[in-house]
């Protein structure tokens, strides 16, 4: 089992919801990162976790709030998004950090403000 | 300031052909250099990497080159098929290792194959 997954693939929100993302793998990973990608641009890192503690926050806004329960599971929590915050947000998982070894990223989900 | 370039937004080749993508960076503690493809409304996906200890790494149909001095790695796919029709995105790290955190992602190169 090679895969990460996200759910859910697609999310339309409004600026008042709270929801949230969620991504799951079972290859025994300790890094698990978060993603976000605009279209036609690179995706960027928001946040990382290792061993399930927040290791890295790239000065994200609090809008956007992690949370890795367990070592399978990390979640993106979202409240009062921003129509500009619409992108793909990607989910990866390395076996740890800063190793040799390639980074799995999960489809993404494909998130709309409005 | 981009530190990890890819010049050619989109790249046309015959099905059959040799396809060449190019990479080009300007950070030198840059230690560890990955391909990952992406097709539409998916996450990208590995699909080769090499150490800056090398110079070659080779994986089926596909090769990469690194030219250390020169700040520059180069994916080639041969024969290139209609599957290989994607967005390929050069990434690189400053650690030895090719973990997620460190990964700063070129712009992408779109590669159509064409029958």
């Known amino acids: 089992d090679t895969e990460v997954t996200q759910t859910p693939k697609h999310l339309v929100m409004g600026m008042t919801n709270k929801k949230s993302l969620k991504c799951e793998q079972h290859?025994?990973?300790?890094?698990m990162y978060w993603y976000k990608q605009k279209a036609k641009k690179p995706p960027e890192l928001m946040f990382v976790y290792s061993y399930e503690k927040l290791s890295i926050n790239e000065s994200v806004p609090s809008r956007f709030s992690p949370e890795c329960p367990n070592s399978s599971l990390l979640n993106l929590h979202l409240h009062a998004l921003q129509p500009e915050d619409s992108a793909l947000y990607l989910c990866?998982?390395?076996?740890?950090?800063?190793?040799?070894?390639?980074?799995?990223f999960g489809q993404g989900t494909r998130l709309t403000v409005v | 300031d981009q530190q990890v370039k890819q010049n050619s937004p989109s790249l046309s080749v015959q099905e059959g052909r040799i396809s060449i993508l190019n990479c080009d960076y300007t950070n030198s503690m840059f230690d560890y250099f990955l391909w990952y493809k992406k097709y539409p409304a998916e996450g990208p996906t590995f699909l080769i990497s090499i150490s800056s200890i090398k110079d070659k790494n080779e994986d089926g149909r596909f090769t990469v080159f690194l030219n250390k001095s020169a700040k520059h790695l180069s994916l080639h796919i041969v024969p290139s098929q209609p599957g290989d029709s994607a967005v390929y995105f050069c990434?690189?790290?400053?650690?030895?290792?090719?973990?997620?955190?460190?990964?700063?992602f070129g712009k992408g190169t779109h590669l159509i194959i064409q029958p």
């Open positions: 290859m025994g990973h300790r890094a």
């Open positions: 990434a690189a790290s400053p650690y030895s290792g090719g973990g997620a955190d460190g990964l700063t």
């Open positions: 990866a998982s390395s076996q740890e950090r800063n190793m040799n070894t390639e980074a799995f």
